[in-house]
């Protein structure tokens, strides 16, 4: 009766260690909040059903700004696809990530990561540029995506029939 009791009691106190660790991700749909470029809170929720191809980038970086007129070329030549492009900016100055908008010229879907450190965290992110790509349900595709600049995402969107 004791060994009835110990097992579940012991599978109760790791699941409860487990969980209080940081490293953990939350759910999903948490990761995926953002806000846009009037300060509004936006979440991946209105991609559902197609591919998204996220550009994690800074205002400061500079291979990140050298990858915007391959990103912005990759958006026009699979426009109307099956396929969304969101750029999320890490800066911790969000007027400086405003202003390389506005002097970029920038369009579609500008987001800001507003301190969502979960997503910087889930995705092991060191170093930008990075790209990441989900699929039609939200889930990681390719968690090191190849950059706009590459040809290998032409093969990779190629291969997902995008």
């Known amino acids: 009766m004791k060994k009835k009791l110990i097992l579940p009691l012991l599978g109760a106190i790791i699941t409860l260690v487990f969980a209080s660790f940081s490293f953990l991700p939350k759910a999903d749909k948490e990761l995926y909040t953002f806000k846009d470029l009037k300060g509004e809170k936006v979440d991946f929720k209105q991609f559902e059903g197609k591919y998204v191809y996220i550009d994690v980038w800074a205002s400061w970086c500079g291979p990140c700004l050298r990858e915007i007129p391959s990103l ?5 030549k699979h426009h109307g696809k099956d396929v969304v492009f969101v750029s999320l900016s890490v800066d911790q100055d969000t007027e400086a990530w405003k202003k390389m908008v506005i002097k970029k010229g920038l369009e579609g879907n500008q987001f800001h990561f507003a301190d969502n450190n979960d997503f910087v965290q889930k995705f092991n992110i060191q170093s930008i540029p990075r790209f990441i790509l989900l699929d039609k349900k939200g889930k990681v595709k ?21």
């Open 142 to 162: 390719a968690a090191d995506a190849p950059r706009p600049s590459s040809e290998d995402i032409e093969k990779l969107f190629e291969q997902l029939g995008i």
């Open 72 to 76: 912005q070329d990759l958006e026009k």
